[in-house]
């Protein structure tokens, strides 16, 4: 992803205002609470372990992860609300300079580990009962997928240690290949038609999860072969990223095989898929119908804040490094999590990412809590929204007369705002 500023970042400065500057002792306040997120690998491996001393007596223990990402997060973020809070410009320099965020991130990755071998020798051993090696499954696969944000935080920094180290924490979920697609790809064609991880209206998650699994593959080769041409490199050259992402997956899988047994394997490979999943989710979630519009040439506008869906429910952005503010992160790709702002004009989700998780599993409750929000949004102009091209009429002919009363509302808003001005 190119580093230098969009043109559209005056919009976002009159959208995003930071705090009134403040004296240069500012402080993060929320400094020592972005210690959830490394904490989340943590509290699984403390779980597995507790599960492992008293497998009977602890047996919830193996549910710990599904617990966790849709009951415990999504609860606590209805109680304790949101932060709408941004760092005052002035602050903004010595957050982005301060390794100590960083050395949060990468604090993960060794526990990450640690914990997904031990989910692997507890589910390869003979007398672990079947409910408890799904629940261990889930568990690994929930923290590994949590853990892809991880890598989503260090994948944009230019540093090679940094990139390294996101397909390290990929490596468990065999994701490895994100790192390339995320960066080059869907940073690229985001909220487009194009894009394989931007989701369409009418478009279930089961249905976008084929195409966004199997066009992000696609994508992030044909990316990778054209990066390797210009260097005079063929596809099957050692610099090949994806060559060298999938060879950590196989070299940690082979492992932890290794010394767990061939009983590991299906947990390994089922726990991937459920983590990969969780990603996919999560994409699925944050550009729901929202289109980039075209000028006349039939260029796509540059990504603006109302292309992302965002949340500022304080406990869940803690977990996931601020991810839900998710139109300055496309607007500043290498802006660290720490610094990203909100946006008063960006469309807001009803509830933080985790909240949202069960609803877009089930179409029929997705639908009715986000269709009419992507409706309101372009203020009822059907044309404006990223239609699933199989539905299209359906859905126009469904909602027009919502749209209508949308679209008169807005234009009398207008009206009366015009004529407060005058």
């Keep these: 992803m190119n580093a230098k500023t969009p043109d559209n ?52 223990l193996a549910w710990t992860g599904p617990a966790l990402v849709h009951g415990i997060i999504p609860a ?3 109680a304790i609300g949101e932060d709408k809070s941004n760092p005052p410009e002035s602050a ?12 949060i991130v990468k604090a993960f990755i060794p526990t990450q580990y640690a914990m997904t071998f031990m989910g692997a020798w ?23 997928g949590v853990g892809i944000n991880t890598a989503h935080e260090l994948g944009h920094k230019s540093n090679r240690l940094n990139k390294l180290l996101a397909m390290a924490a990929l490596a468990p979920t065999g994701y490895t290949h994100f790192v390339v697609e995320h960066n080059f790809g869907h940073h690229k064609r985001v909220a487009t038609p194009e894009d394989p991880a931007s989701s369409r209206m009418g478009e279930s998650f089961w249905k976008f999860l084929p195409r966004t699994v199997l066009g992000g593959i696609k994508s992030s080769i044909k990316i990778e072969k054209a990066r390797l041409a210009r260097k005079g490199k063929n596809f099957w050259s050692l610099d090949n990223e994806l060559l060298q992402g999938w060879a950590m997956s196989a070299g940690f899988f082979g492992a932890t095989t290794l010394v ?12 991937a898929v459920y983590g990969a999943s969780l990603l996919e989710s999560v994409n699925y979630i944050e550009h729901y119908g929202l289109l980039r519009q075209k000028d006349k040439n039939g ?17 869940t952005n803690l977990f996931l490094y601020q991810l839900q503010r998710h139109s300055d992160h496309h607007a500043h790709p290498q802006r660290s999590y720490q610094a990203l702002r909100h946006f008063e004009k960006a469309p807001q989700l009803p509830g933080g990412y985790a909240s949202m998780l069960l609803p877009a599993y089930l179409p029929q409750w997705w639908y009715e809590t986000m269709d009419k929000r992507v409706i309101d949004h372009y203020e009822g102009d059907l044309s404006k929204i990223n239609w699933d091209p199989d539905r299209k009429e359906e859905l126009m002919a469904r909602y ?23």
Aim: some cysteine; proline content about 7%.
């Design 9 to 60: 970042l005056q919009s976002h400065k009159i959208s995003a205002p930071a705090e009134k500057d403040a004296p240069g002792n500012w402080k993060d306040p929320k400094r020592y609470m972005w210690l959830l997120g490394p904490a989340l690998p943590g509290i699984g491996l403390a779980a597995l372990t507790g599960y492992a001393l008293a497998p009977k007596k602890l047996k919830a």
């Design 76 to 78: 606590l973020d209805r």
């Design 92 to 103: 903004v320099k010595t957050l982005e300079q301060d390794k100590y965020y960083d050395r």
């Design 122 to 144: 507890l589910a390869s051993r003979k007398n672990t009962p079947l409910d408890d090696k799904i629940g261990l499954t889930l568990t690994v696969g929930a923290i590994n």
């Design 260 to 271: 767990c047994g061939p009983r590991a394997v299906p947990f390994l490979a089922a726990q």
């Design 299 to 315: 260029k796509y506008e540059r990504t603006q804040p109302e292309h992302s869906w965002n949340s500022n429910h304080i406990v």
């Design 400 to 422: 027009a007369d919502y749209a209508a009363e949308v679209a008169a509302e807005a234009k009398a808003r207008r009206e009366s705002a015009n004529s407060e001005a005058a």
